[in-house]
């Protein structure tokens, strides 16, 4: 009975993965390849007129391009403005903030869109995509208000140095080596994807979780929750990536309808946020920013972000509700 669980398992899961794998590998190497050489002197004058919507010094433009390269180097970076004197506490926390669209459109169309388009489809998976971004771009805009309404404007002058050095934090392009990064990254991705994956299509064809889900769904219905849901929730915790996947694997076997995938994902979102604001993202920033704007910068931006999560699930409980 075990060997045919197993089976059943690897049936599901291998049809998500022949897809989802190839997908997560290119989705990385032209991530690599667009953060490097004349690409991302492009994007860099692309992004730049973000300092005149928000009023901010020129040199920060290169912090936007940063979010795209490393958000760790550009919170680095925009630590040596706030250190040096060039913005004001309250811009910290603005440009901070602003940094959510170019830092989400990277992570949502390199790293979440494959597995997304691959275990969803493309009417779910684009749904959750424009939902992803137009979070992202809230905490943005909500940047430039906070900017535009709390801090003094600056004056043109900048420290050339420091925007050089953004510059050449970019190496030059190279396929081979972009190849040989991508491919890290996507074994950092598939390591933990393909377990959790595996691990919940053999938990749903236990007999246990076929009676636990007989016994908890009338609970769970006032709620607007399935078991299933619950399953991604909890898969989404460490990683959103996992989410997905759990999700992909229970809408192919019937145990997630199509109407709750998009709710039950932004549940998810909600608590990986949480989880990972304070497993990672706070210790990296009290040692990037020191421990008060660390705490500060923290406090406010994931607290925006969840607020803004939140309100999509009330939004998807309302649609579910019509």
Not at 48 to 75: D, H, Q, W
Not at 127 to 132: E, V, Y
Not at 208 to 223: C, H, Q, S, Y
Not at 276 to 286: A, E, H, I, M
């Amino acid at each position: 009975m075990m060997t045919m669980n197993i089976q059943l398992a690897l049936t599901d899961v291998l049809v998500m993965w022949k897809f989802a794998l190839p997908a997560m590998f290119l989705g990385c190497y032209f991530g690599v390849v667009l953060r490097t050489g004349k690409c991302f002197a492009f994007f860099s004058k692309v992004m730049k007129p973000m300092t005149v919507v928000g009023n901010l010094p020129e040199a920060l433009g290169s912090f936007f391009i940063l979010c795209l390269l490393n958000r760790y180097a550009a919170n680095a970076m925009l630590a040596d403005f706030g250190r040096n004197g060039t913005v004001s506490k309250n811009t910290l926390v603005a440009v901070y903030l602003m940094g959510a669209l170019p830092t989400g459109i990277y992570f949502t169309l390199f790293t979440f869109s494959p597995v997304l388009i691959s275990s969803l489809g493309w009417s779910l998976g684009t749904s959750f995509i424009a939902i992803n971004l137009g979070m992202s771009a809230l905490v943005t805009i909500i940047g430039f208000m906070w900017n535009r309404l709390l801090a003094k404007r600056h004056d043109a002058s900048q420290t050339s140095a420091l925007q050089e050095s953004c510059y050449a934090v970019a190496d030059k392009t190279d396929l081979l080596i972009a190849g040989k990064k991508a491919f890290q990254q996507f074994w950092n991705i598939a390591v933990v994807f393909m377990p959790v994956t595996l691990a919940f299509a053999c938990l749903m064809h236990t007999e246990f979780i076929k009676t636990g889900i007989a016994a908890l769904e009338p609970g769970l219905r006032w709620v607007n929750l399935t078991t299933g849901g619950v399953l991604v929730i909890i898969a989404g915790i460490p990683t959103l990536i996992a989410a997905i996947g759990v999700a992909g694997t229970l809408l192919q076997s019937g145990a997630l309808a199509p109407r709750d995938v998009i709710f039950v994902l932004l549940l998810a979102s909600f608590f990986h946020n949480v989880y990972d604001g304070l497993s990672r993202v706070l210790p990296t920033n009290l040692s990037i920013f020191g421990s008060k704007t660390g705490v500060t910068v923290t406090v406010i931006g994931t607290g925006i972000y969840l607020g803004v999560v939140a309100v999509g699930v009330s939004l998807a409980i309302w649609l579910k509700a019509i």
